[in-house]
């Protein structure tokens, strides 16, 4: 049987059937400072279009003008862009300080995306001295109008229980509101919590239903758990030919943990044929990535010559593609 192991914010996978648990990755605890979302909103103004359809297509300095206009109207949405723009440093010399002006400007107005920057500015130091508490609270204003992100990061405190008392309830409350609105990290956290029945009712098919809609969304640790339910039937039916296929979607997307569970269903023929060198080959990039795994090192110290020189070969062209998209 496979199982997956670990906490909320990231569940570790090891595959027992084949051998016993292997050596794991360490486990990223929850953190609020998560990469700040495109500010111009989901649904921008459809007056707005000009300066959004340039900021989307990377002319900058077009939107800048034109969302400068929109601004000298009080339009909050092309307030929130021109703090983006200042944040990132598009098309206009990075300034923390007048992002936050024009965040603050927009969330006066009631726009949730900039109320959420302004709460990561606060969390990051960003545009002043860092402030938690101030950070918290423009997290809950912003998770209260439904953004997304900020139920996400919201979760991730209550969690935590720093800036608020630990609530796991609470927290899947709000994890909830952000995977039914899509959001992949938090259809992957509340997965984890339905696994462990922490904070909500223990539930393996809800629990596997959300970490298949993670996975699709290219969650690469969903990827993985959800390749583990589908190769032990947990919450779904058992399919060791579709969980393969989820393991090597993984693992060409760079999972070790997905490359050494491949490496494994190739080692043993279960979901794929049995192929040693891409077993070998797959086991070997893992590793060289941190995920080591005594078992297959004795499986690929007993194969011929020839096939570890296959191996080899494709790992070098592996690694060789690699540092040409770095």
């Known amino acids: 049987?496979?199982?997956?192991?670990?906490?909320?914010?990231?569940?570790?996978?090891?595959?027992a059937s084949l051998a016993p648990a292997v050596a794991q990755t360490p486990t990223p605890q929850p953190r609020p400072a998560m990469p700040q979302a495109p500010a111009p909103a989901a649904?921008?103004?459809?007056?707005?279009?000009?300066?959004?359809?340039?900021?989307?297509?990377?002319?900058?300095?077009?939107?800048?003008?034109?969302?400068?206009?929109?601004?000298?109207?009080?339009?909050?949405?092309?307030m929130t862009l021109l703090g983006e723009l200042y944040s990132q440093g598009f098309g206009v010399n990075r300034d923390d300080a007048k992002a936050a002006?024009?965040?603050?400007?927009?969330?006066?107005?009631?726009?949730?995306?900039?109320?959420?920057?302004?709460?990561?500015?606060a969390f990051e130091g960003r545009g002043g001295?860092?402030?938690?508490?101030?950070?918290?609270?423009?997290?809950?204003?912003?998770?209260?109008?439904?953004?997304?992100?900020?139920?996400?990061?919201?979760?991730?405190?209550?969690?935590?229980?720093?800036?608020?008392?630990?609530?796991?309830?609470r927290a899947g409350e709000?994890?909830?509101?952000?995977?039914?609105?899509?959001?992949?990290?938090?259809?992957?956290?509340?997965?984890?919590?339905?696994k462990e029945g922490r904070g909500v009712p223990k539930d393996a098919?809800?629990?596997?239903?959300?970490?298949?809609?993670?996975?699709?969304?290219?969650?690469?640790?969903?990827?993985?758990?959800?390749?583990i339910a589908q190769f032990n039937g947990d919450g779904i039916e058992k399919d060791e030919s579709a969980?393969?296929?989820s393991f090597l979607r993984a693992a060409r997307r760079g999972s070790p943990i997905a490359q050494n569970r491949l490496a494994r269903v190739l080692m043993a023929g279960r979901g794929l044929p049995a192929d040693p060198a891409e077993a070998i080959r797959w086991h070997t990039i893992a590793k060289q990535a941190g995920a080591g795994d005594p078992d297959l090192d004795v499986f690929a110290s007993k194969q011929p010559q020839a096939v570890r020189d296959a191996a080899d070969k494709a790992v070098k062209k592996w690694l060789s593609a690699e540092q040409a998209l770095r």
């Open 174 to 194: 709000l994890l909830r509101v952000a995977a039914d609105a899509g959001n992949s990290e938090a259809q992957y956290a509340l997965a984890t919590m339905y």
């Open 129 to 169: 001295a860092r402030n938690a508490q101030e950070a918290a609270r423009l997290m809950t204003e912003a998770a209260k109008m439904g953004h997304p992100a900020a139920n996400y990061n919201l979760a991730l405190l209550y969690l935590q229980g720093q800036e608020f008392k630990q609530d796991f309830v």
């Open 43 to 78: 649904n921008p103004d459809p007056t707005f279009d000009a300066a959004f359809s340039a900021y989307q297509r990377g002319f900058y300095l077009t939107a800048f003008n034109e969302a400068t206009k929109r601004a000298q109207q009080n339009d909050p949405v092309a």
């Open 101 to 121: 002006e024009w965040y603050k400007k927009a969330a006066a107005l009631g726009n949730r995306d900039a109320n959420f920057a302004l709460a990561m500015f």
């Open 243 to 245: 969980a393969a296929q």
């Open 205 to 227: 098919k809800q629990a596997t239903q959300l970490m298949a809609k993670a996975s699709v969304a290219g969650n690469l640790d969903a990827m993985v758990e959800f390749g």
């Open 1 to 15: 049987m496979m199982r997956g192991t670990g906490s909320i914010a990231m569940s570790l996978v090891v595959l």
